[in-house]
């Protein structure tokens, strides 16, 4: 390994991030030293159209070793003229997706990697289309063709499970509520799930894209409204990135405010989760219970920042809004919250039936979390200790007093005990903030990006950890703006946890994920 590293094109350190640039050669390598043999962890792998730079694509690989507040990023170039590159999967399994996506937005094909298909596009899509090459544009034929109904599709053949016995259940993309399309293909044994294959991307917005047009300091607004209920998460992870390529450092008051609303939002979003779950089990007191709590939390939240989802807070170099002001509201609104959400888990844990559905269903094994990457509860639900906020400490983080709450079973019984222990801790938190004053203004003036710059920003949201890799141009315009959800991580996940299961029980097991269509498909 040492041999190789000495080997590396070039090697960068910036802030706590390690850019590693590797000839192809040694890229699967280096990724199966870091994954296997150091226990890393794949946050990202994403590719960035670099022509403008010095004229090739470049793969960046984003690893993390536990117990250490570094990110090793190993960096491929890839040529125009060539455009393969190793693929990593059969190594580092949780880096199949994002290998697929490469391929479909750039066109730099992953050699090796054992399922090729389309990944983002649909049937319709124009093959040979790579939306995020700087010189990419609809053909006015292609438009034509969507217009009138006539394009050539390209078919997705989705994985068939044969034997005596097995029949396929096909779910949506629509379904019978309120949620964002998806497409879940069964293969049962009677009721018992045999295999399950999700298909998602169906309400992909081009956000990436989008993000290109807009200066960096526009595209706050754009980063929290990616996923309505991690709004302040993704708004405060995209700024934290922007901050880091300037050199911005934001104030200790602005660092305590974020941490304040993260912390907020994660507290509506738990007791919500909570509450749902009842809605797979038919206990409709705990569901309108939980559904209440959220509520007046929300309202709250419109009180001190004009947005129930907290949006507006977030600007480039600190926060828009004095939070901490709202001090007694805050308090006298928790205190209330945690007498009702303390009385709602007495009733879950003092129902027998509603336990029962819990318990042993929906199990995800603390390796396959591991191989796939999975993040946030359903890691910790598996014995995983992943929290960004200890592993990468952040805004004021380092100075509270908090547990990073694990538990082994991994079943939906697991996930909802995670979300309520870490409900508890956050409501700990929001109080011991305002037992110190924070000195600074609420933002400093933002500073014009470097060309060619670029940096990680991060936080730890509801539903797990969050990442945002910014890079400007030449001219300190976005070249790059790269967005990684935790439902991303996550979704890959499900088909292994409901395996054995029966249909009726995958609901109860979707929502005790709760991840997110929109932020996923974007």
């Not at 004229?55 to 250490?68: D, E, L, Q, S």
């Not at 289309?129 to 394009?151: C, Q, Y």
């Not at 809605?279 to 705990?286: K, M």
Request: hydrophobic share 40%; with cysteine; proline share 6%.
């Amino acid at each position: 390994m040492e041999k190789i590293l000495k080997r590396a094109v070039r090697t960068e350190e910036r802030l706590n991030e390690t850019y590693i640039e590797v000839r192809p050669d040694d890229f699967k390598e280096v990724c199966r030293y870091l994954f296997e043999d150091n226990h890393a962890i794949l946050r990202l792998m994403f590719a960035a159209d670099e022509r403008e730079k010095d004229g090739v694509f470049r793969i960046y690989t984003v690893f993390t070793v536990p117990g250490a507040d570094r990110f090793r990023i190993i960096v491929l170039p890839v040529q125009e003229t060539d455009p393969r590159f190793p693929s990593i999967t059969a190594y580092v399994p949780a880096a199949h997706w994002y290998e697929r996506e490469i391929c479909d937005m750039f066109g730099l094909l992953p050699h090796g990697h054992p399922d090729p298909r389309r990944l983002v596009f649909h049937e319709a899509f124009p093959a040979g289309s790579h939306p995020l090459r700087k010189d990419w544009s609809i053909p006015e034929a292609d438009l034509k063709e969507w217009g009138a109904g006539t394009a050539v599709k390209v078919p997705h053949p989705f994985m068939e499970v044969a034997g005596e016995g097995i029949v396929e259940i096909p779910v949506g993309p629509v379904h019978a509520g309120i949620i964002e399309p998806g497409h879940f293909r069964f293969s049962a044994v009677g009721e018992t799930i045999f295999f399950l294959e999700p298909r998602l991307s169906y309400t992909h917005k081009g956000t990436e894209k989008q993000f290109e047009k807009l200066s960096f300091i526009e595209g706050a607004r754009l980063a929290e409204r990616v996923s309505g209920t991690s709004s302040f998460a993704h708004g405060a992870a995209y700024c934290m990135a922007v901050e880091r390529m300037t050199g911005l450092e934001i104030s200790e008051k602005a660092s305590a405010i974020r941490t304040l609303a993260l912390e907020l939002e994660r507290i509506y979003n738990h007791i919500g989760d909570i509450g749902n779950m009842c809605a797979g089990t038919a206990l409709a007191v705990g569901y309108m219970n939980g559904a209440v709590i959220k509520e007046r939390l929300m309202q709250l939240n419109e009180r001190i920042t004009g947005s129930r989802y907290l949006r507006g807070v977030n600007v480039v170099g600190g926060v828009s809004r004095d939070v901490l002001a709202h001090a007694d509201d805050i308090l006298k609104t928790i205190d209330a919250a945690t007498k009702d959400y303390k009385e709602l888990m007495q009733l879950l844990l003092g129902s027998v039936s509603h336990l029962e559905r819990l318990e042993r269903t929906g199990r995800l094994s603390r390796d396959i979390a591991r191989k796939l990457g999975v993040t946030g509860v359903a890691a910790r639900a598996s014995g995983l200790p992943d929290d960004m906020r200890k592993s990468h400490p952040h805004l004021i983080y380092d100075r509270l007093i908090f547990e990073s709450h694990t538990l082994e079973k991994g079943d939906v019984l697991a996930r909802m005990m995670i979300r309520a222990e870490e409900t508890e801790c956050s409501i700990s938190m929001v109080q011991a903030l305002f037992e110190s004053g924070y000195a600074g203004d609420l933002a400093v003036p933002p500073r014009p990006a470097p060309a060619y710059a670029s940096s990680l920003g991060y936080a730890e949201s509801p539903r797990g950890s969050l990442f945002y890799w910014v890079m400007a141009d030449k001219s300190g315009r976005p070249l790059r703006v790269k967005l990684r959800s935790p439902s991303y991580c996550n979704w890959p996940a499900v088909p292994f946890a409901v395996h054995g299961n029966i249909v009726p029980d995958f609901p109860l097991c979707n929502k005790s994920f709760n991840l997110s269509y929109s932020g996923t498909d974007m």
